[in-house]
């Protein structure tokens, strides 16, 4: 059989790392595709050191590319929303097959462009876009296909849980550390991106909807970072017997379904807290299955690439089928997406990590007890730590248990009303994920 021909647009890490893993498993892949998938063309500003073309056609010209009647697929790895966007619609137009890496296209303009897709006919193939290598869209979509998912909870930016990672083991600082993963090729280009978590939420709006059959909300999704993260509050987590991470969290309720990403203690004990580095994991708990949890590198040259060949083989194997009987791109059939709303983050509800901190008078404690229980909020646990010598106050962390979110708002309101509460005060989600 004729070998299935491939352009790329974008040769930088990700396009580098497809073009080797492509040309160096060539024969592995050809035996699982049942036809070979060659490299016709490559769209690129500039050479990339780390990947040799050899005699494969280049051009700076993305369109050209997209144009070329030779090309069956067109793989995006350019990134952004704006020139991707119009690449991969033109490619769609053109009755072309698209995969792409580009969470952030997917999560904001992917009900545009799978409808678009729809109606010619051709495949967008996303695997990449999310958890670097770890199959988990394939996991979820097709694998769990059995199941309800009642939640799923995921490390889902490498840049951001490297940086956890080596202010809490080696105490080194935010910058340097983002440094690093930017001379790694982990960070985003704009790196506000990983730290502030708003690639992590593009992933989440993209689990989501293959999770529970939603459409694409990422403008729904609720977002905070790790920049504002302090070391007292990481220690403070450790000696309680937690740990933080940043998490993404899409659970379904009754009311509707929550999306957020922020900051998360979460027991030490469980795997999913000892996940390090630029290592991601995505926990989904499905009412058959029960929890399963999926673990590999979420960025990097190879390991991306690794989930952009496996679409390409995917799309190689599915080229002759029927379009009404391929794998919907958000795992349920177009027309039967639910409208189950998303939940604004005052109505979501989880278990909350506070810091006072407190003048040492007494009868500091019985005021902090009386404002909680009057909102029917149930303390797990509550630390008193020794008065700070730089500032005479004295910190109390307290867990609570599981409350809707805009009761400790207003607890957090009446808490910084005391006279004998400093400042404001910390608040950080926590997650049992049990
Ligand atoms: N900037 C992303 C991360 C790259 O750090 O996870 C992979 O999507």
Same mark, same amino acid.
Do not use: K, N, T, V
């Given at each position: 059989m004729k070998p299935v021909k491939v352009g790329i647009c974008g040769l930088g890490n990700v396009g580098g790392g497809t073009f080797n893993v492509l040309k160096r498993n060539a024969e592995e892949i050809a035996r699982r595709a049942g036809r070979g998938i060659e490299v016709a063309q490559i769209a690129t500003r500039r050479p990339n050191p780390k990947c040799h073309t050899g005699s494969t056609p280049t051009c700076s010209d993305v369109f050209e590319v997209v144009d070329n009647p030779e090309i069956d697929i067109v793989v995006e790895l350019i990134g952004g929303y704006t020139v991707a966007r119009e690449v991969v619609l033109k490619a769609i137009a053109n009755g072309k097959h698209v995969v792409t890496a580009n969470k952030a296209l997917i999560a904001v303009h992917g009900n545009e462009i799978f409808a678009r897709a729809r109606e010619q006919g051709v495949i967008v193939a996303f695997e990449a876009s999310v958890a670097g290598g770890i199959p988990v869209i394939k996991a979820i979509r097709e694998g769990l296909a059995a199941n309800q998912i009642n939640w799923l909870a995921g490390i889902i930016n490498g840049t951001g849980n490297f940086i956890l990672t080596e202010m809490r083991e080696k105490g080194r600082t935010f910058e340097d550390v983002l440094k690093e993963a930017q001379a790694l090729g982990? &960070?985003? &280009?704009?790196?506000t991106f990983d730290v502030e978590g708003i690639d992590a939420a593009h992933k989440l709006t993209i689990l989501a909807s293959i999770a529970f059959g939603i459409p694409l909300q990422f403008d729904k999704a609720y977002t905070e970072g790790?920049?504002?993260? &302090?070391t007292a509050d990481v220690n403070y987590a450790e000696a309680l017997g937690y740990r933080i991470k940043h998490l993404g969290v899409a659970r379904r309720t009754a009311a509707g379904i929550e999306l957020r990403v922020h900051p998360t203690l979460i027991p030490a004990d469980r795997l999913i807290a000892n996940v390090n580095g630029v290592m991601n994991a995505v926990m989904v708990n499905g009412d058959a299955v029960g929890s399963t949890l999926y673990y590999g590198a979420g960025a990097g040259m190879e390991p991306t690439a690794s989930a952009v060949v496996a679409d390409l083989v995917d799309v190689a194997r599915a080229l002759t089928t029927d379009p009404n009987n391929r794998v919907p791109h958000l795992a349920f059939q177009p027309d039967a997406l639910s409208d189950h709303p998303i939940l604004p983050i005052g109505a979501c509800e989880s278990a909350y990590y506070l810091r006072i901190q407190a003048k040492d008078h007494p009868g500091v404690l019985a005021q902090v007890a009386t404002i909680l229980s009057e909102r029917g909020i149930n303390i797990e646990s509550i630390m008193q730590k020794e008065v700070e010598e730089h500032d005479g106050l004295v910190p109390v962390i307290l867990v609570t248990h599981r409350v809707v979110e805009q009761r400790i708002d207003d607890a957090i309101a009446a808490l910084e009303a005391l006279d004998d509460v400093v400042g404001s005060v910390v608040r950080i989600r926590v997650e049992q994920l049990n």
């Open positions: 982990y &960070a985003e &280009a704009d790196p790790i920049s504002r993260l &302090a």
